[in-house]
């Protein structure tokens, strides 16, 4: 099982973890590090480390809410020490909800990312994209 580091400014990261544990229930290898305002980028970095200590497979999937983030910034200087981590930035529930339960089936965390990727693009979305997708099949449906 790829183990998951979420981790964001403020308090997102355990906000996301706190709406997964009420979706799905607690997970096991899900760690989340929160960036608060008023801790430093060292400490951030201290917390990442901790939480790679914590992973039981050295194959790991770091989620980040922004891209150039200090939480992205950071967890990319720690890629460059130690092979198996791989760094997403973009946090949606979509993500999670696929990733909780296909990481079993990642040959690698770098798998992981790539379906991390594709699955969080998939998961933004409108409403009225949606109805213009279910008119468009209900409309070809009806011409068949």
């Keep these: 099982m790829i183990s998951l580091i979420l981790s964001g400014h403020g308090h997102i ?21 929160d960036f608060p305002e008023g801790i430093g ?11 790679l200590a914590r992973c039981a497979n050295p194959q790991v999937l770091i ?4 891209l150039g983030g200090s939480p992205f ?13 791989e760094v997403v930035a973009g946090m949606n529930l979509a993500l999670f909800a696929d990733m909780l339960f296909e990481r079993d089936d990642c040959a690698s965390a770098a798998e992981c990312r790539q379906r991390a ?28």
């Design 13 to 33: 990261a355990s906000g996301l973890n706190e709406a997964i544990t009420q979706v799905f229930g607690a997970q096991p290898e899900l760690f989340v590090v």
């Design 41 to 51: 980028t060292e400490q951030l970095e201290r917390d990442l480390r901790a939480a």
């Design 63 to 66: 989620v980040t809410d922004l």
């Design 73 to 85: 910034r950071t967890a990319a200087r720690l890629v460059q020490e130690r092979p198996g981590i």
């Design 117 to 144: 990727v594709e699955t969080g693009r998939a998961g933004i979305t409108s409403l009225a994209e949606q109805l213009a997708k279910k008119r468009q099949h209900s409309e070809m449906a009806d011409g068949l």
